[in-house]
């Protein structure tokens, strides 16, 4: 019935409607508009650019380390920085340059892990939590306050004592400790997205809950979710540092940012170079994923996305 | 093949009103849909009228149950949907359509035209094959009178007008039997508005549909149903061919809804009468006893209060009105006896 086109011609938009959108630009993906606009901002722009080099020199560490992470050289103990050592070496003589570069590696990994499991798990439980609401909302969100309630140190140490150290787990408790956090930020956004008309319209033509959940509803609800992974990164990063600090989380020899700056506090007085260049490490990548972070959410936000691309046309 | 399409019976949508405070329960009810007797026929245009408030779009909404009735029965095709299972559900979903008021917020920003125009297609497997899917989404788009390439345009590229168009073309790719409109042209531009509301015109005369046209003006629905449906505070009041509802009304409450549309007519302006009804529309939470009109009627007499009127023939044949001036028929107020006993059978 409907199924044939009609026989009156269709008059052309442009006929029917004024406002047609003059600009004849052929629509781009989101994902890069996004990445455009975050161009346009300095601060953003900079860390991401920043961060991009943190990663790589992660992944390619041991190509880009001159020394291994626990090549003790005796005679070069606690030698300050030189052309041959840039950031020095430690009480055993390792190269710091060396070991910042393998703890990228390590510090990095266990950020990223940490926030995947708490963004996975705390997402899904944010995401039906907002969406189901009544008993669904209350059972699981009453969890993720149970959870909440702990400190967040106290929480990790106990992981960690459950499971022992390591970086795994580290990466497993500093995750566990943050999936409340996604949970809320996910189950605030969700709560607006759901009672959108677009949402109620594409019920309307006979959508299913999985289809309205991971078409129009997490996409939308998105927004304030990667601010917050680009801040929970620096969280987690800060947090991988502290447990190693504590002795907890990275075991020795293993070279992490937090267990480097540790081991150099005691040589504080006499060799800073131990302490300083992780200390900076973390600053920087830390400092980096939060500006990250805010750059995000000027894009992300609709109303400002429309503002800077009306702008700068 | 029953000739009524869609059918509520007492169809009731209350919403618990939560109290100020902590606790959930001790509540009222919203009585947003109060028993609302509706038959609408195959191919024909019904307008429902009445002010904003009074419950058309959560009528419109229970029809689909995208807002889930509490009480009454509602027949779609003679199938009764508030029972149907999910694969009922959804392919009644898929027979019945909806254009929403806003088309500002009624599509998703973040997908194209296209993904909007082509979701019936794929949650009810319509086409097979990007190709077909693509060559739909095309045709429909120019059912609606838009450029088959905008399909990979973003909504807000578009003006009202043209994405309500498509919001119709969306509603119309599931290749419904009967589409809701809510409201929808009622926040668009004037010089927009008659154009899409001849596109719908001409969309239901071509594909038979069967409409539904919500609008909470009844100048606007006048010439474009062809009967009318008045709504008072969640209760069907009087309903009956466009023609006779709009220049004979039989229930005070559309008398006064009419009297207050201008005519263009010079002497027949100054005549106009108007009803300027008492006080304000009462909360839908606190619905007066007996007639719901009865705080505003200009006409009430002793039965208003103690019986609640059912639709009964009044005026011109096929009009009904739920009016104790044609002769007290309804359900008394429950003083000793239970609720729902019914002195007079109502039809
Ligand atoms: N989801 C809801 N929860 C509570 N009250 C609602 C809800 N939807 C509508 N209402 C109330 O029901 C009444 C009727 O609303 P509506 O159907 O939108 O009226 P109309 O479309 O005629 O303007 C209003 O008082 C409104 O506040
Ligand atoms: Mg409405």
Not at chain 1, 277 to 303: H, K, Y
Not at chain 2, 42 to 70: D, I
Not at chain 2, 246 to 254: I, K, N
Not at chain 2, 266 to 274: C, I, K
Request: proline fraction near 8%.
């Amino acid at each position: 019935m409907t199924g044939q086109p009609l026989p009156e011609p269709a008059p052309s938009p442009t006929a029917t409607d004024a406002g047609i959108p003059s600009t004849q630009r052929a629509a781009r993906p989101r994902w890069r508009e996004t990445l455009g606009l975050l161009a346009r901002n300095p601060a953003a722009a900079v860390s991401g650019a920043l961060l991009l080099l943190i990663v790589l020199v992660a992944v390619f560490d041991e190509a880009l380390a001159p020394t291994g992470p626990n090549e003790i050289s005796v005679e070069d103990r606690l030698q300050p920085p030189s052309l041959e050592h840039p950031f020095g070496t430690d009480d055993l003589g390792r190269d710091i340059f060396s070991r910042v570069i393998l703890g990228a590696a390590v510090s990095l990994r266990v950020g990223f892990l940490a926030v995947a499991v708490a963004l996975v798990i705390g997402s899904l439980i944010g995401l039906l939590a907002g969406f189901y609401g009544r008993w669904v909302d209350d059972v699981l969100m009453r969890i993720m306050d149970m959870l909440f309630a702990f400190p967040a140190v106290l929480l990790a140490i106990a992981v960690l004592a459950v499971r022992g150290p390591g970086s795994g787990n580290t990466a497993l408790a500093i995750g566990i400790v943050y999936i409340p956090v996604f949970a809320r930020v996910t189950r605030a956004s969700v709560l607006g997205v759901r009672e959108e008309v677009y949402v109620r319209a594409s019920r309307s033509v006979g959508a299913s809950d999985l289809r309205l959940l991971t078409r129009h509803v997490l996409p939308n609800a998105a927004p304030p979710i990667i601010v917050q992974t680009s801040i929970s990164l620096a969280f987690a990063v800060l947090a991988e540092a502290a447990l190693s600090f504590l002795g907890l989380g990275t075991q020795p020899p293993n070279p992490s940012w937090g267990l480097m700056l540790a081991e150099g506090r005691g040589f504080i007085d006499i060799a800073w170079w131990l302490a300083f260049f992780p200390g900076m490490a973390i600053f920087l990548t830390v400092l980096c994923f939060n500006l990250l972070g805010d750059g995000l959410r000027d894009v992300l936000d609709p109303r400002q996305r429309t503002l800077m691309a009306g702008g700068a046309r | 093949m029953s000739d009524v399409l869609v059918s509520a019976r007492g169809l009731e949508v209350h919403f618990p009103v939560r109290s100020v405070g902590l606790r959930r329960t001790g509540g009222g009810v919203l009585r947003a849909v109060d028993g609302v007797d509706l038959d609408i026929h195959r191919g024909e245009t019904v307008g429902l009228v009445g002010e904003s408030g009074c419950g058309k779009s959560t009528l419109g909404n229970a029809l689909l149950r995208l807002v889930p009735p509490t009480g009454g029965r509602i027949t779609f095709d003679g199938s009764d949907v508030t029972a149907l299972d999910r694969r009922g559900l959804k392919e009644m979903r898929r027979r019945a359509g909806m254009v929403f008021q806003d088309p500002f917020a009624s599509l998703d920003p973040r997908r194209t035209v296209a993904q909007t125009v082509a979701e019936p297609l794929e949650v009810h497997k319509l086409r097979s094959g990007r190709r077909e899917r693509a060559a739909r989404v095309g045709e429909l788009l120019e059912m609606v009178g838009l450029d088959p390439a905008v399909a990979s345009r973003y909504p807000h590229e578009f003006s009202g007008g043209q994405r309500q168009r498509v919001g119709i073309a969306r509603a119309l790719a599931g290749e419904p039997d009967f589409l809701v409109c809510d409201e929808a042209i009622a926040s668009l531009d004037v010089s927009v508005q008659a154009q899409v509301l001849n596109l719908l015109r001409r969309l239901q005369r071509q594909l038979g549909l069967t409409l539904l046209f919500i609008s909470h003006d009844l100048s606007a629905v006048r010439h474009l149903s062809d009967r009318i449906a008045v709504m008072y505070l969640g209760r069907v009041v009087e309903v009956g061919p466009a023609a006779t509802v709009a220049s004979d009304p039989q229930m005070p409450y559309t008398q006064a809804l009419l009297s207050a549309v201008p005519v263009p007519h010079p002497a027949r302006e100054r005549a106009r009468q108007r009803i300027v009804l008492r006080g304000d529309v009462p909360s839908p939470s606190a619905v007066p006893s007996g007639c719901r009109f009865r705080t505003r009627c200009p006409y009430v007499f002793e039965p208003c209060p103690d019986v609640d009127p059912a639709l009964q023939p009044a005026g011109a044949p096929g009009q009904l009105a739920a009016c104790h001036l044609h002769g007290v028929v309804g359900i008394p107020v429950a003083d000793d006896t239970p609720e729902g006993v019914t002195t007079t059978p109502t039809s």
